[in-house]
């Protein structure tokens, strides 16, 4: 919140927390918190944001790039928000996309990336893997664009 007041000189923190309050209660935009067993923890760390319509994220973007990864991770949030799941980003030493729980369990570590090519490879699979240690958890995926490739690490 703080960051955004600064960004665009707008008056009060609390302003901000009720305008994104707003947008999500009318299902504009969704947060995503970082996963931690504390809800206090979940509260104070940042959320990751998405939108209801991609659109959306690119016309109101700062940046000059397509990020079409970006759009490809928000379009599966989308996707997976339709299974009545509790959604978490995990972050510890790496980031993994999303963590899926039902009823308390850890049900599925999902890393989202256009492409895994040599530069993004050790980053995008550290951070899967990191998460999937963290819940004990068999397998995990790697969602890409148009890439069909299987991993296995032991």
């Not at 999937?132 to 991993?151: A, C, D, R, V, W």
Request: contains cysteine; charged residues 25%.
């Amino acid at each position: 919140y703080n960051s955004i007041k600064k960004m665009f000189d707008l008056g009060s923190v609390n302003s901000i927390s009720d305008y994104l309050s707003w947008l999500e209660d009318c299902y504009l935009l969704f947060f995503v918190s970082k996963f931690s067993w504390s809800p206090k923890s979940r509260n104070i760390n940042p959320r990751k944001v998405y939108a209801i319509d991609t659109g959306l994220i690119q016309n109101n973007t700062l940046s000059f790039s397509k990020d079409s990864g970006r759009m490809l991770e928000n379009t599966v949030y989308l996707f997976l928000r339709q299974k009545n799941l509790d959604i978490y980003y995990f972050k510890e030493k790496k980031e993994c996309d999303f963590v899926l729980f039902e009823k308390n369990t850890c049900v599925q570590c999902i890393q989202v990336c256009e492409e895994v090519h040599r530069e993004n490879k050790e980053r995008e699979l550290n951070g899967l893997l990191e998460a999937l240690h963290f819940f004990n958890m068999p397998q995990g995926y790697i969602i890409t664009k148009n890439q069909e490739l299987s991993l296995i690490h032991i």
